[in-house]
């Protein structure tokens, strides 16, 4: 039977407000302030008029730098400062106004000073390449990413259709960096893509949720169905959220009555989503597919999936984004995306930190920060090795061992061939359908 195929445009749209944020520099916002700034000011000054390196002290600069501050001294992975191109950039997708453009199709995000990359589109070059959740980008074209902006990075990355950019990864599991080639294409971003993946099972991906989500959902789903599909796989490996409301309305295509999640916020007050009543599929056979990098809006699915008892999860444990978040705009069109409430399960059970244990565990059960963590240390540890091996001829096992590991080179075509978490999705599938 052909393969089916639909794809949408991602589509984000945030919650959009007006705030009045701390003009550090400068002077408080508003006179109702709580926040005092006078002493900051002073030290501003006084760095103004004394200080050794006044190239150093551009006021944009110093200005962000205390914006900075404000938000690592907070602590929060998901509470962060967005310059005025990331926000444009981030609400022309999410409203629908995103274009499609020339590059690799990976999406990335900014970790600890990191960039990491999240997930390859699918279909992507960056797919095609082997770029895997998780790898860590340290140089474009040689060119090492340290201490370059987001946007900064993204637009090295970026070039046009039929040229080629070398990256060099980071990866869990490769103790030492290595470059991957990738020939930039261009990228038609999509949010739904759907397929017959046998004779009687459909397969749906979810690559976020997004304003078209829904829709094109439905859509997959009843061109599934009419094509022969007894019962659905929803891959949402790698997806990293997006609309709640879109998340709702997915899982609401599968559940009747009841509850898909709530959020608490930091006053404690409470608010619960309830389905929407009018899915089309709620008696198909089902089973989604998450792993270490299925985050927030995915979490909500696979939560109210579970809770309802709707469906079958296969995969890893999951990302452990519970945090509502909303995008508040600046006088300046910078923005603060900022945590403002953290939801949970129909049954309470907690997502953030926690992530969700599927009803069929596969691969490694550690999560993604243990596993940045220990590729960290070990990329460290061969890079002691490479500078100080020509003093370690008295330790011949050490240096075997070090060897053994500090060379090891990963085969990236090996590691595209293999889908276990298809494969099981499908075997369970076909029980559910048997039984």
């Known amino acids: 039977m052909p393969t089916l195929l639909w794809q949408s445009r991602i589509l984000k749209i945030a919650f959009v407000c007006t705030f009045c ?43 962000r730098a205390a914006i900075q501050g404000v938000i690592d001294f907070v602590d929060d992975p998901y509470t962060t400062y967005m310059s005025q191109t990331r926000v444009e950039h981030f609400n022309s997708a999410l409203e629908g106004m995103a274009s499609d453009f020339e590059g690799i199709g990976a999406s990335v995000t900014e970790r600890g000073g990191e960039i990491v990359i999240l997930g390859p589109l699918p279909g992507s070059p960056a797919q095609e390449a082997g770029i895997k959740p998780g790898d860590k980008l340290l140089a474009v074209d040689g060119d090492l990413v340290k201490g370059k902006t987001l946007d900064e990075v993204v637009t090295q990355v970026r070039g046009p259709q039929g040229t080629i950019v070398r990256l060099t990864i980071s990866r869990v599991g490769t103790p030492v960096p290595f470059n991957i080639q990738i020939l930039r294409q261009t990228i038609s971003i999509s949010s739904v893509l759907a397929r017959m993946q046998s004779d009687d099972i459909g397969y749906i991906q979810l690559s976020r949720f997004d304003a078209t989500t829904a829709e094109n959902f439905r859509t997959a789903i009843q061109d599934l169905t009419n094509a022969g599909a007894k019962g659905l796989i929803i891959d949402l490996r790698n997806n990293g959220g997006g609309l709640v409301t879109a998340a709702v309305a997915v899982a609401s295509e599968f559940i009747s009555t009841g509850e898909v999640l709530r959020w608490v916020e930091s006053s404690g007050a409470e608010t619960v989503m309830n389905v929407t009543g009018e899915g089309i599929a709620f ?114 096992n050490l240096e075997k061992s070090l060897n ?22 499908v075997i369970e599938m076909d029980r559910m359908l048997r039984s």
């Open 283 to 396: 008696d198909i056979p089902l089973v989604a597919i998450v792993n270490n990098f299925s985050a927030s809006g995915s979490e909500v699915v696979v939560g109210a999936l579970q809770d309802n008892g709707r469906a079958k999860i296969v995969g890893t444990r999951t990302f452990g984004k519970g945090s509502v978040n909303t995008l508040e705009v600046l006088d300046s069109g910078a923005g603060l995306y900022i945590t403002m409430a953290r939801w949970f399960t129909p049954k309470g059970r907690q997502i953030e930190g926690d992530g969700l244990e599927p009803d069929i565990v596969l691969g490694r059960p550690l999560n993604p920060k243990t596993l940045s963590e220990i590729g960290t240390h070990v990329t460290d540890l061969c890079a002691i090795h490479a500078e100080y091996s020509v003093k370690m001829e008295d330790y011949p």
């Open 404 to 425: 053994q590991l500090c060379n090891y080179q990963p085969d990236i075509e090996q590691q595209k061939l293999t889908d276990l978490f298809l494969d099981t999705a």
């Open 21 to 63: 944020f701390l003009h550090i520099v400068l002077s408080a916002c508003s006179q109702s302030s709580s926040i005092k700034t006078d002493e900051l000011d002073a030290v501003i000054e006084r760095l103004q008029s004394s200080f050794i390196d006044q190239d150093l002290l551009n006021s944009d600069d110093l200005n």
